[in-house]
């Protein structure tokens, strides 16, 4: 029986190879983006920015304010919007986009506005009250902060897809008892640009790099975003298993110990090993404390995982700003995070530091210690104001540490670890933190 073979010349070959090389080069292709406009930068105030999907179509959920704060087309066009503090922006065929009637009976239409090239399109702007994090669940949502200038450049690509031949942006469609508006857009749609290549290039333009090819699926512009979310990013999803930033509770209800938490920093621990340390803002009121978690993570081969030992959390401060911190590695046997909460109150102010050592089997609590006590003189008939302050100094061996406390009152006490664990004073005069 003789064998069937396939006889081509030399150039088919390298024909069908070349072919193949196009195709994978076209599915590997990123666009290229800039992480100096992606990322805002922690001493910039950047723009908080929603990507949604919901499994086939992705919107941008993007502040009203900031939308109308820039000049030009697209601000009137969010002006002449209904309220909502947060605006949902999505493009997409001029009909079928639209249209709400069941999918089963669009059939036709979708295979038109698929393959058949030229179709008119809109832009989307849906004013929403209630903030993104609170309507959609983490899996359909991803987060981030964008830089100004990052910023400017999407909103100055979505201006650029209006239509505004006739001088402003146009509606061109509206549904009955619904807010949102869709304006003209100047594009295409078809299946060589889909509703997912057109979110792709917006949040290119604000530097996030994007594979354009595979941005067909809703599901390539969450993982572009997670490839290139920063470390602390992607340990805050191992940790919490949710993606920055989410509240406790909706907002709605939030009681007293509600916050808003988002990545801070990673600390090496040992090894593979480290400590995340997460930011907490109280939501409550002016009176609520802000709030620090510290979780175990460890690296792998494709980013983190959480590890056994349990989270400690911190709630310290007013005005809902999470405590100030720093990682000593001078005072006991493992790096330790010193965290500095506030409170003000009738002309008194008091600072006080929680110490936390980073043990490699997990984080503990070792000791709180007020470092800051001031009377501006609030108390009638004081003849002068009250001002201690205090140092944290290494002690003698790493199962004591030294405060200096000086100003109206001094003295250098000790604190020395119990059996327990926790360090206290053994030498603190009396009345120190008074006048």
């Not at 299946?191 to 699926?217: E, K, M, Q």
């Not at 000791?367 to 205090?390: Q, W």
Request: with cysteine; net charge neutral.
């Amino acid at each position: 029986m003789k064998r069937f073979r396939i006889r081509l010349p030399f150039g088919a070959w390298l024909a069908v190879a070349a072919a193949f090389g196009w195709l994978l080069a076209v599915l590997t292709w990123t666009a290229p983006g800039d992480p100096a406009l992606w990322r805002a930068s922690p001493d910039v105030e950047g723009f908080d920015v929603h990507l949604l999907d919901n499994g086939f179509h992705t919107d941008l959920a993007v502040p009203r304010d900031a939308l109308e704060f820039r000049p030009g087309p697209l601000a009137d066009a969010v002006r002449s919007l209904p309220p909502g503090d947060w605006i949902l922006i999505g493009w997409g065929d001029a009909k079928f986009y639209v249209d709400q009637s069941p999918i089963s009976d669009r059939l036709l239409d979708g295979a038109r506005a698929f393959f058949r090239p030229g179709n008119a399109s809109v832009i989307m702007l849906d004013p929403a009250q209630k903030n993104p994090i609170d309507l959609f669940a983490d899996e359909g949502r991803r987060s981030f902060r964008m830089s100004p200038e990052g910023f400017e450049r999407m909103a100055a690509h979505i201006e650029a897809s209006l239509d505004l031949s006739t001088g402003a942006p146009r509606v061109a469609a509206a549904r009955p008892n619904d807010d949102a508006r869709f304006f003209a857009s100047h594009e295409h749609f078809w299946i060589g640009r889909l509703c997912n290549h057109w979110t792709a290039d917006v949040l290119n333009a604000g530097g996030l790099p994007v594979r354009p090819f595979r941005s067909i699926v809703s599901s390539e512009l969450l993982a572009a975003i997670d490839r290139d979310a920063a470390p602390e990013t992607r340990a805050f999803q191992a940790a919490w298993g949710r993606s920055p930033p989410f509240r406790d509770a909706p907002e709605e209800i939030c009681a007293r110990d509600c916050f808003l938490w988002e990545p801070g920093a990673l600390i090496p621990i040992e090894g593979d090993r480290l400590a995340l340390v997460s930011t907490g803002r109280g939501l409550w009121s002016e009176t609520s404390p802000g709030a620090l978690a510290i979780h175990y993570v460890e690296r792998t081969r494709t980013g983190f995982r959480r590890l056994a030992a349990p989270p400690l959390k911190l709630k310290s401060g007013w005005l809902g700003k999470p405590p100030a911190w720093t990682v000593r590695r001078d005072l006991m046997a493992s790096p330790t995070l010193v965290a500095e909460g506030e409170y003000q109150s009738r002309g008194y102010q008091w600072a006080w530091a929680s110490l936390v050592e980073l043990t490699p089997e997990g984080p503990r609590l070792r000791a709180d210690e007020v470092t800051t006590f001031k009377d501006n003189g609030n108390i009638p008939n004081r003849a002068r104001d009250c001002r201690i302050e205090a140092t944290l100094e290494p002690g003698a061996s790493r199962r004591d540490f030294r405060v200096r406390h000086v100003g109206s009152a001094s003295a250098l006490v000790t604190w020395r670890q119990g059996a327990d664990g926790v360090y206290r004073p053994v030498d603190a005069p009396a009345g120190l933190l008074t006048c």
